[in-house]
């Protein structure tokens, strides 16, 4: 009977988070505690990641979100990918004085789309994608499975990734036109060294989405959602303590978070040596997890 209504509980009140401003409330009260931890400056250094004409800016806000700035210099086009706070995101483009051609979502949930309705009062022209299956809040164009969009040499695909939410999706950005590697803006399905958590599907469901991340080419630089990298290897390592790429990972993202340093990007061919989600599959991991018996 605990467990039932534990259950039930948690499916009211995450209904309530998910699908109402009740869960904007809440959000804003996280705002305001990561403002009052890490004041002004956010939870990590913003850093300019530059690809000739590409420039990606992780915008950090809450406690451990990351929105991007993804910008074409060449033909002075930009996005905006998961403005969960407008202000820190307005900041950034104020600082490098850039208008913003579109924001882009990845999921419904607040800490990735509550900035989405102050943007849109900013910027009143400036088109709001999401997914057509998830109730993302304040979007004006609808995306689904396979869809492309452009603006200027920024050319993005949309996968299809439910689990987290019933209608995840992320987009990727085809670099070749940059001379360089496409980049996946992963929301919360993938994490360096992680997944998002499954609130809407079962796990069969988002490893079929992992699955089909981990099919991309391993050069993909991964942009993710969140801030998770230390948090999630010390799991990955206590699931494989022999990996010496974990281990070696772990240290590196332990230097950088000493530092408020970003940990983003890696590539998918680093997170199918070290992310124990996307090698479930292998003898190590299912001997860890008693899966496979030794001998």
Known sequence: MGTKAGGCLFRIGYTLYARTRIGYYY?????T??????GDDGHTQITHFDYGNLR???IP???DNYAYLVQDRKNNKSVIVDPGHATPVQKVLTQMDVQPDAILVTHKHW???????????????VPVYGSATDSVPDITRRLSDGDKIEFGDLRFQILSTPGHTVGHIVYILDGSVFGTEDSLFSGDCLFLGGCGRMF?????VMLSSLDKLAGLDGSTKLWPGHEYAVDNLEFA?????ENGRVQDKLEWTKDKRENKQCTCPSTI???????????TSEESILRSLGIVQDG
């Open 27 to 31: 959000h804003q009260k996280d705002i």
């Open 33 to 38: 505690k990561a403002k009052e931890k890490y």
């Open 56 to 58: 990606i800016v992780p």
């Open 61 to 63: 806000m809450v406690s």
């Open 111 to 125: 800490d990735h789309s509550g900035g989405n309705r102050e943007m849109k009062q900013a910027f009143p022209q």
């Open 200 to 204: 809407e599907a079962p796990s069969s």
């Open 237 to 241: 390592h206590h699931i494989d303590p």
């Open 269 to 279: 061919e680093e997170e199918r040596a070290y992310n124990p989600f996307m090698r």
